[in-house]
């Protein structure tokens, strides 16, 4: 920690994770506990924007989201500045996990429906096969021209 944490309950959640034993374990369910609850606020907060399909992963997402999130915040414990309280800090994380993944899922759930009539509004910038055809043979009398005439 760069700067001195200022309030008691920041150091207190420092303190038991960065310990040993019971203490730790408690600490850490109690941090993922918060988590889930936060990413579920974000999902709620987001739910709109969901395709109905979607909802129903929408605890599943929740859940990774705060596990992931927990496991980043435990890895990144001694980048904590105090600069925010503990928990406002932690939080970071998994709104941003849990925004991520909730948009991934709503892309992932997307149904792309093409109706086939769509192929004949589409316009085709290729010539047709005989059109192409001409084309060669055009070109290719105009090379056998133009050798000839280089040769004369």
């Not at 892309?107 to 589409?122: C, F, M, P, S």
């Not at 010539?127 to 005439?149: G, H, I, K, N, Y």
Request: a positive charge; hydrophobic letters at 45%.
């Amino acid at each position: 920690m760069t700067t001195q944490v200022v309030d008691r309950e920041s150091a207190e959640w420092l303190r038991h994770l960065q310990g040993n034993g019971e203490a730790r374990e408690q600490a850490i369910a109690r941090l993922h506990a918060l988590l889930l609850r936060a990413a579920r606020g974000e999902a709620s907060r987001r739910r709109a924007t969901l395709p109905r399909r979607a909802m129903e992963d929408v605890d599943d997402l929740c859940v990774q989201a705060a596990s992931d999130a927990l496991m980043a915040v435990l890895a990144k414990l001694a980048t904590y500045r105090g600069a925010a309280r503990f928990t406002t800090w932690a939080c970071k994380f998994v709104i941003l996990e849990t925004s991520s993944r909730l948009r991934r899922h709503m892309w992932a759930q997307r149904k792309l429906e093409l109706d086939d009539r769509i192929w004949n509004r589409l316009p085709d910038a290729a010539p047709p096969v005989l059109q192409r055809l001409e084309d060669d043979q055009l070109v290719a009398l105009v090379r056998l021209c133009r050798a000839r005439a280089v040769i004369q």
